[in-house]
């Protein structure tokens, strides 16, 4: 399996440079479960896309853009989500690049009405209702689905926590590959931007870990039904 990893993450603070980039972290996650995988990384918020879309599939991650942001890369990178939607190119977003595929596929996004969620999150997934367990970092969601999505996860806050799209797109408004360390130092480095109160409340949610493992397996075999 040859993947793109479309990189959207714009935060290029001292504290991003500590630690692995999410094209990183995404082909580790997935490494778990699929050693022999191939990814190659396009830092699509620099404005570098692939030339094609010869890959087997795209996974588009997220990013503390927002969506509505008017910038030249976002208004690319939705033409691609449509490109490789219209060829069933196999593509998985999470977070933005959930909320990306959404927009650019006709869903609505807005902002959270409660403000940011953060920290450990249970989502229900459908329509087994199989509990699982993600870490969120996020202020911005859908609210409608693109024609012919349908909602394959939800968490009480976020009804399309997730959506597919026949066999060739899957997405989740959370973050599979971040890990406990990560996200524990993410609050702690931008307390004071969000604020101290919400990112306390957040940082008690860490006293467990997430379904990592489970997580990279669901995205794998979500590619390997795909390509099928």
Request: charged residues 20%.
């Amino acid at each position: 399996m040859r993947l793109a990893i479309l990189m959207t993450n714009t935060d290029e603070s001292a504290f991003a440079q500590t630690h692995p980039k999410d094209g990183q972290k995404f082909s580790e996650l997935l490494w778990r479960v699929r050693p022999d995988w191939k990814f190659e990384v396009f830092s699509v918020k620099d404005g570098i896309f692939p030339k094609t879309l010869d890959f087997d599939g795209l996974l588009v991650t997220g990013s503390p853009a927002s969506i509505h942001d008017d910038a030249e890369w976002i208004g690319h990178l939705e033409s691609i989500v449509r490109e490789a939607a219209g060829k069933k190119i196999p593509m998985f977003g999470a977070c933005f690049g959930h909320q990306v595929i959404a927009k650019a596929l006709g869903g609505d996004v807005i902002d959270n009405p409660n403000g940011w969620v953060l920290g450990r999150i249970e989502t229900q997934f459908l329509p087994q209702r199989t509990s699982v367990t993600l870490y969120a970092a996020h202020k911005e969601q859908v609210v409608s689905l693109p024609n012919s999505a349908r909602i394959v996860a939800r968490t009480p806050g976020c009804e399309i926590a997730g959506f597919a799209i026949g066999d060739h797109v899957l997405t989740t408004q959370y973050h599979p590959e971040m890990t406990g360390p990560f996200i524990a130092a993410l609050l702690d480095a931008f307390a004071e931007e969000i604020g101290h109160d919400v990112t306390s409340e957040a940082a008690k949610t860490l006293t467990q870990g997430t379904d990592i493992a489970a997580l990279g397996e669901w995205i794998a075999r979500f590619y390997e039904r795909a390509v099928l």
